[in-house]
């Protein structure tokens, strides 16, 4: 029995199709906030502050693994139900928020691992959407735009292990925006600028010392529209430390607007 543990993106459910596929036993929690999973009857809606509650339910269920997907979003510390584990944790996870979105989810690794329940990682099940090392689209980058890749992996690189940073824009060797605690769409919809058209790059790259189980950055066809919008040429990821939703999709979608997508 493996347990997983589902936050928002679309990436759990890719997940649940190949766990259903193979067959194997399964439970979910949801911390979704939109309760995606309650039609399943393995789902388990829990707050995040109930650690006695979803550990009780790991270990009933005899889960001695577990499996991280989607992003788990900073709760409203005022509204957060806790049971008496999660009172004790309380002070560790209010830290660990401070450090953004995937912190908490490091903070809970930490207490399953206590509890002697093994995280292992998101990718275990679906290998396949990841890129490996090379350039997927037609269009390939020029002499320009590997400048501007240069210059995005260079900045990225140099980010503090603490920052939440996984993504930056830049264009004509100029960085034009990093990743904020609103995400890669926020900051692509910052980036629109009717000057340009394919012209710049986004890069996404795992943060410096991050638990590469977990929170992996992610792209999909939101993301490749969302860079057309904004004008950039194509996108570049880290070699098998990304998840690639739409693949098929995202690649004709690049061809069609001679957009690049490579992993270096």
């Known amino acids: ?14 997940i649940l199709k190949k766990i259903k596929k193979r067959n194997l036993k399964y439970l979910i929690i949801d911390l979704t906030k939109k309760r995606f999973f309650k039609k399943d009857e393995h789902s388990y809606i829990i707050s995040i502050g109930q650690f006695g509650k979803i550990i009780k339910i790991l270990k009933e269920n005899k889960c001695k693994k577990v499996l991280f997907a989607g992003k788990v979003k900073k709760p409203n510390l005022s509204k957060l139900n806790l049971d008496l584990k999660g009172i004790y944790y309380f002070s560790r996870i209010i830290k660990s928020s401070k450090l953004g979105d995937a912190a908490i989810l490091k903070e809970i690794i930490k207490i399953l691992k206590k509890e002697k329940i093994r995280t292992i990682s998101s990718l275990t099940f679906n290998t396949d959407l990841t890129l490996k090392r090379g350039t997927y689209s037609k269009v390939k980058p020029n002499k320009e735009d590997k400048i501007d890749i240069e210059k995005a992996t260079t900045t990225l690189s140099k980010l503090g292990k603490y920052n939440f940073s996984q993504g930056v824009v830049v264009r004509n060797n100029k960085v034009i925006s990093v990743e904020g605690k609103g995400g890669t769409d926020t900051m692509l919809m910052k980036c629109r600028n009717k000057k340009f058209k394919n012209k710049g790059v986004l890069a996404k790259f795992p943060k410096k010392k991050q638990d590469l189980r977990i929170d992996l950055p992610t792209v999909g066809i939101k993301t490749l529209i969302q860079c057309r919008l904004a004008g950039l040429k194509g996108i570049v990821l880290k070699s098998k430390q990304n998840i690639f939703l739409d693949k098929k999709k995202c690649i004709n979608f690049a061809n069609k607007n001679r957009m690049f997508v490579i992993a270096k």
């Open 1 to 14: 029995m493996i347990g997983l543990i589902f936050g928002e993106t679309d990436f759990p459910k890719e």
